[in-house]
């Protein structure tokens, strides 16, 4: 079965700290995706990858940024995290580079 | 700007009901169109993709359609269960986005017994 998996299922940090988004999948897929999620503002793009060592922006890139070191591996870095940075992130991956197909459980950010 | 509304925001309904959720689009220029569900605290899971040439694409007890000229597509689910309790979500591939749904904000469905 396909999966999709994000470190941390609950994370909690400090204005100004970096902070570190882990997801790995296990299908081989090249395409991978970084969304966060909001009351009332639905799913939102912030980076995806299409290949190692590619990115490219999504709709809201502002205050993060993102690595592919490894097919298998794609990581979403808050630089110096703010308050408005709380939020549910979720990982996906596809085979198509149009739009995500399997989702990670999310992790849920608080930035105090 | 592209939107995508899905109305109501929440939904109950009592065990077996057949029930419908819609999802209502501005921009005809899709690719197409797909249904998740999340559970709470989860991520999603694709549910139908329905390409922009269909009318309509079917999975066990769920049915979902697409009317590109009036800008909406539903999902209907037969006879409901307290299993079914979860959001829906619909998202839309325009053409000429590469790689960027648009999602609603979807309805949370509760299913009670």
């Known amino acids: 079965d396909v999966k999709v998996t994000q470190s941390s299922r609950y994370l909690v940090k400090r204005t100004g700290e970096k902070v570190f988004l882990e997801c790995v999948q296990d299908?081989?897929?090249?395409?991978m995706f970084w969304y966060r999620q909001d009351p009332g503002l639905g799913l939102r793009l912030i980076y995806f990858?299409?290949?190692?060592?590619?990115?490219e922006k999504g709709d809201i890139p502002e205050g993060y940024s993102v690595s592919r070191e490894k097919k298998e591996r794609f990581s979403l870095i808050l630089e110096s995290a703010s308050t408005n940075q709380t939020s549910m992130y979720l990982c996906?991956?596809?085979?198509?580079?149009?739009?995500?197909?399997?989702f990670g459980d999310g992790t849920r950010l608080s930035i105090l | 700007k592209q939107e995508v509304t899905q109305i109501p925001a929440a939904l109950s309904v009592p065990e077996g009901e057949n029930l419908v959720l819609n999802c209502s689009f501005t921009?005809?220029?899709?690719?197409?169109l797909q249904w998740f569900r999340q559970d709470p605290g989860k991520g999603l899971t694709s549910l139908l993709l329905?390409?922009?040439?269909?009318r309509e694409q079917t999975s066990g007890r769920l049915n979902a359609s697409l009317d590109k000229s009036s800008g909406r597509s539903t999902l209907y689910i037969a006879a409901s269960q307290p299993g079914d309790s979860a959001t829906y979500l619909c998202?839309?591939?325009?053409?000429?986005?590469?790689?960027?749904?648009?999602f609603g904000t979807g309805t949370r469905l509760q299913v009670t017994l």
């Open positions: 299908m081989d897929h090249e395409n």
């Open positions: 996906a991956s596809s085979i198509d580079r149009r739009f995500p197909q399997h």
């Open positions: 998202a839309l591939l325009y053409t000429g986005t590469a790689s960027k749904l648009t």
């Open positions: 329905i390409q922009s040439s269909q």
């Open positions: 921009d005809s220029a899709i690719y197409n």
């Open positions: 990858s299409y290949d190692v060592k590619m990115k």
